[in-house]
């Protein structure tokens, strides 16, 4: 199971951190990911990592988010600073997959609003 949380309204040029927390037997999995999907749009991967510590980000992102992850916490976070109104949507957990492509494991998603 994935949950998620740290959604919410921010203003352009603000920060959110983004945090998945995941039951134990779904954390042993190698690659975590962050994925998002705009409304009207497909959706997309925003960023993943390893067990053991490599990373992949979108263009879009690189730059400004940081995805890390603390295995005593069993936990995946997103940090998003510098943030534009294009950002805006539901991001989701993932986990399963490969650094390049998402896996079966999908959590219920947060949102993320960014306006003025």
């Known amino acids: 199971q994935l949950v998620e949380s740290g959604g919410g309204l921010v203003q352009p040029g603000g920060s959110l951190r983004l945090s998945c927390a995941a039951s134990?037997?779904?954390?042993?999995?190698?690659?975590m990911g962050w994925y998002r999907q705009a409304p009207g749009k497909q959706r997309e991967l925003v960023a993943t990592?390893?067990?053991?510590?490599?990373?992949n980000y979108a263009d879009s992102v690189k730059g400004r988010f940081t995805i890390s992850r603390d295995n005593a916490k069993n936990t995946v976070y997103l940090q998003m600073n510098s943030l534009k109104p294009e950002d805006t949507a539901v991001y989701f957990c993932?986990?399963?997959?490969?650094?390049?492509?998402?896996?079966?494991?999908w959590g219920q998603g947060t949102h993320v609003t960014v306006s003025s």
């Open positions: 993932n986990a399963g997959g490969s650094l390049y492509s998402s896996g079966s494991y």
């Open positions: 134990g037997s779904i954390f042993r999995i190698n690659v």
């Open positions: 990592i390893s067990s053991g510590g490599f990373t």
